[in-house]
């Protein structure tokens, strides 16, 4: 059979489009992407009022964003807020919002739109774990998992997205989780949720890119644990390839990676190669690696946070 001379053509395009992709990935491996500025930006970050979200809430002050703050927890939030001003932060709005109810969010979305205007970059960063097996967990703490985990960020996404795609300017940032790649025994609920956060964002990135909306953004973020008390008691059976990370850490490659635009962030590294693996390994392989590095023991003395007395 020969080929059309059109066929022809679209293959050379393709072989030549994926030299020039290749190349750039090989410059950017070696120099640092160029860093975008910040300043001005509206920036929402749900679950602002601990952990992640704070320590985010800081950098994007410094780095002189408008802050749109959103969390459960107004005593929280209004920490955060405090704290960002002391940071220098000139631009810092509080919200509480439970982002597990979709007209809550609807409604506080439509009040920044006009106390504050369109949000440029939106973080989804609030989250909850359970941290019980899949037969001990009560249902409607599986439902609260998603509606906090996946299910607000659909509905952030329907408030504020068309006015990013209007204005061709806008980044969308998941914090997904390790757990949105890998299955983990005694995370159930959450890894669902979190795989579900993970292909939401994907696809409408997917959405994006073949519309040709260039000017929006997405980064998928993957951390394995992070010392911010959600997964207190957690452990590792390797923590030289697998450390439980440091809050400090862990938010500064966050903000690098949005920074630079980056697709994907999974953290720490050796995610990377586990992802590899678990696509080509024999199962026995894997489950004798995932034995060796622990992970069916890294729920059994979960705590999360404690509470406040
Ligand atoms: N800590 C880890 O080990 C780890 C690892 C991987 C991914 N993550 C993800 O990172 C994100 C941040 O986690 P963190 O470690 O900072 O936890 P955290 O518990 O310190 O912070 C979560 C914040 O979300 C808020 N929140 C909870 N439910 C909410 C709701 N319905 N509406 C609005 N806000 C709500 C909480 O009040 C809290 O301020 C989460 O999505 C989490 O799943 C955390």
Redesign the pocket.
Known sequence: MVPNLNSVKKFFVFLGKSVFALLEVMVFAVIPRPQKNVAGEIVLI??S?????RLLALKFARLGSVLVL????QE?NEETCKMAREAGATGVYAYT????RKEEVYRVADQVKKEVGDVSILIN?????TGKKFLDCPDELMEKSFD??FKAHLWTYKAFLPAMIANDHGHLVC?S??AGLIGVNGLADYCASKFAAFGFAESVFMETFAKKQNGIKTTIVC????K????DGCTTGCPSLLPILEPEYAVRKIVDAILQEKPYLYMPRFIYFIVFLKSFLPLKLGMLLAEYMGVFNSMDSFSG?KKKD
Do not use: E, Q, R, Y
């Not at 959103?70 to 927890?73: K, L």
């Not at 919002?97 to 597990?100: L, N, Q, V």
């Not at 911010?228 to 997964?231: I, K």
């Open positions: 749900t679950g009022g601990s952990g992640l979200g959103w969390d459960v927890s929280g919002c439970d982002c597990s960063n609030a989250g909850i774990v906090v985990n914090i989780s390790s951390p394995f644990f992070i911010t008390g959600m997964f946070h």
